[in-house]
C-alpha cells in the first residue's frame, strides 16, 4: 500500500517477520481476531492492508470479516501515525470559541485533513470531542501537551515546537 509518504512506502521486512511471529499462537483461530489485531497494530503502528490480508490467512477468517472489525472500532488505524499526534476539541465549549478556525489554520499549514498524517509524517491531526478542560477551550493538544484559549495566531509556534523534535 502506498500513501504517498516515502517514509512509510511499504512495510519494512522486519515488522513482517515479526507480525508472521506474533500471529503463531492464534493460527486458524478466528475468535482471536480483535487481540490478534491489537498486537499486531502495537508492533507495526497500524494494519494496512496487507497486514489485514496476512491476519485473514493465519487466523482463517474472511478479509472482508478483518476489513469490518478494524474499520468499527476507532482504536484500529489503517494509517500510519505521525511521530506527533495533534488533537483539537470540538466540543461545544471549544467550537463556540474558535476550534473550527484551528482546524482550518492547521489543515491548510500542515496540509492535512483530519485523521491523516503529514507528507513528512510529523504529524497526525485528528478532531476528538470534549476533552474535559471546558473552560480553557478552545483547546488543543499535542502528544501529551495540552493547549488552551488557543488562539489562530499562536498555532504556529506551538507546533514548531514540535517539528523535527
Ligand atoms: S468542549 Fe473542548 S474541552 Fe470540553
Known amino acids: 500500500m502506498s500513501n504517498g509518504c516515502a517514509c512509510h512506502a511499504?512495510?519494512?521486512p522486519e515488522h513482517l517477520a515479526e507480525v508472521g511471529k506474533l500471529l503463531e499462537p492464534y493460527r486458524g483461530q478466528p475468535e482471536s481476531l480483535i487481540q490478534a489485531l491489537?498486537?499486531?497494530?502495537n508492533v507495526v503502528g497500524y494494519l494496512p492492508r496487507e497486514i489485514q490480508v496476512r491476519v485473514a490467512k493465519e487466523l482463517n477468517v474472511p478479509l472482508s470479516k478483518v476489513y469490518g472489525v478494524v474499520s468499527f472500532y476507532?482504536?484500529?488505524?489503517t494509517k500510519p501515525k505521525g511521530r506527533h499526534q495533534?488533537?483539537?476539541?470540538?466540543?461545544?465549549?471549544?467550537?463556540v470559541r474558535g476550534a473550527s478556525r484551528l482546524?482550518?489554520?492547521?489543515?491548510?499549514?500542515?496540509?492535512v485533513e483530519p485523521g491523516d498524517t503529514s507528507q513528512d509524517g510529523e504529524f497526525s491531526l485528528d478532531v476528538v470531542r470534549c476533552l474535559g478542560?471546558?473552560?480553557?477551550g478552545p483547546v488543543?493538544?499535542?502528544?501529551?501537551?495540552v493547549y488552551g484559549r488557543v488562539r489562530k495566531e499562536k498555532l504556529a509556534g506551538i507546533i514548531s515546537k514540535y517539528n523535527g523534535e
Not at 491489537?38 to 497494530?41: I, L, M, V
Not at 478542560?133 to 480553557?136: E, H, N, Q, R, Y
Request: aromatic share 8%.
Open 10 to 12: 511499504g512495510l519494512a
Open 38 to 41: 491489537h498486537k499486531t497494530q
Open 74 to 77: 476507532a482504536f484500529f488505524t
Open 86 to 95: 495533534i488533537s483539537i476539541c470540538a466540543g461545544t465549549a471549544c467550537y
Open 103 to 111: 482546524l482550518n489554520q492547521l489543515t491548510e499549514d500542515l496540509g
Open 133 to 136: 478542560a471546558c473552560g480553557l
Open 140 to 145: 488543543v493538544t499535542v502528544n501529551d501537551d
